[in-house]
């Protein structure tokens, strides 16, 4: 398909002169992390699954591990050694057969674990790009292993030297990129598809009904919740509120909770019920790489948002204008209670926050650069 039929597909927007490249002969490997199941991957990779090809790319994806596996994994059971075993055995397989393909699209890294000069002899001949959501090289250079540190410390660096084009979701990402040597390194959002989320108002409801505070999350992050146990129970004391974790499950005492299973097909609705989107953070290497995914889903369902001011964060949340940051418990209470308080301050922080998604962190906005890099990528490399 011509890029100028895809640009007209797109909507209203006009795309035409971002998309430059012919991309209609661009076979892509995918090799993402987990399924539809894992954040990470779903977000990052699968959801441009059929805009790209829509513009023309061939795209062939090959998860390292299976929803299966993951689910295993969120439900305290762990992977197990033989489906690891099997898992990277396909791996492995996918990657001798990558001369089938123009290009390999990696998150993060093929092969976890495993000696860099592996991953890159399995990798040599085809152009790939590496994209990063949060700082996976972290896991190895911050390792409490001194012997993991010493082996696999910059085992990622080596991967970004060798890759074509590295995408990152924010600029802390980018900048070890860069410093790793990596040749092209482009900073690209996680977004939301703007077909899925659309903006929820009370007067639907029942307006005797308590607010909603929302998080949204997985089993292996709802702990960051904690951070505000005392915040939340404080407050609870002075308003009365419900505080909906979706994806996780958590008990603070002296603060109502309903815990909601995370589906995909649910998500947006169940955010779109609730009246302010929190994500408390620590301040630590790790979550400097994070990319705010849930600020981005909160105000692309109309919703003002409350953050903790750490890494991209602060780009996203523009103080007083979409939302607050909030650097400690006093400054959790205070700004909750402004917008529990004040419903004419929730709309406006909410609508401000919507027009945000919808000019930077949307599918809508970035598809376009992306099918153009991709296809820049394979015809250079070639």
Not at 145 to 168: E, I, K, Y
Not at 182 to 188: D, F, I, L, M, P
Request: aromatic share 10%.
């Amino acid at each position: 398909m011509k890029y100028s039929t895809f640009a007209a597909n797109l909507g209203n927007r006009d795309f035409s002169a971002q998309l430059e490249v012919e991309a209609s002969t661009v076979r892509v490997l995918v090799l993402s992390k987990y399924g539809r199941l894992g954040a990470s991957s779903r977000l990052r990779g699968l959801q441009f699954r059929p805009w790209l090809e829509q513009a023309g790319l061939s795209l062939t994806v090959q998860p390292l591990l299976s929803d299966a596996l993951l689910g295993q994994r969120y439900t305290g059971g762990g992977y197990g050694l033989a489906p690891l075993f099997h898992a990277y055995a396909r791996r492995v397989l996918a990657l001798v057969r990558r001369r089938d393909f123009d290009l390999i699209w990696i998150e993060k890294e093929a092969l976890p674990w495993l000696p860099a000069w592996l991953e890159r002899g399995l990798l040599k001949g085809v152009p790939y790009v590496l994209d990063y959501d949060d700082a996976q090289f972290h896991v190895y250079d911050l390792h409490h292993s001194a012997l993991v540190r010493f082996w696999f410390g910059r085992r990622l660096d080596a991967l970004m030297a060798g890759a074509r084009l590295v995408t990152a979701g924010n600029e802390y990402l980018a900048e070890r990129a860069r410093r790793a040597g990596a040749s092209w390194v482009e900073t690209v959002p996680t977004v939301v598809d703007l077909n899925r989320y659309g903006v929820h108002r009370r007067l639907s409801e029942d307006p005797a009904a308590p607010l909603r505070i929302v998080w949204i999350g997985s089993p292996s992050t709802v702990g960051y919740l904690s951070t505000l146990g005392a915040a939340l129970a404080s407050l609870s004391a002075r308003h009365e509120f419900m505080l909906r974790v979706i994806g996780g499950s958590v008990t603070i005492p002296g603060v109502r909770v309903e815990c909601l299973p995370w589906t995909e097909d649910t998500e947006a609705q169940c955010i779109a019920e609730c009246d302010v989107g929190i994500m408390p953070l620590l301040d630590s290497p790790w979550e400097r790489g994070k990319c705010g995914y849930k600020l981005i889903q909160y105000m692309a369902c109309g919703l003002p948002v409350i953050a903790s001011p750490v890494g991209v964060n602060n780009e996203i949340v523009r103080d007083n204008v979409n939302g607050f940051l909030a650097r400690d418990e006093d400054e959790w209470i205070s700004k909750l209670s402004q917008l529990l308080d004040n419903g004419d301050l929730r709309r406006t922080m909410g609508t401000a926050g919507r027009g945000l998604v919808e000019s930077l962190y949307c599918v809508q906005t970035v598809i376009p650069k992306i099918a153009n890099m991709f296809s820049q990528a394979a015809t250079s490399g070639r």
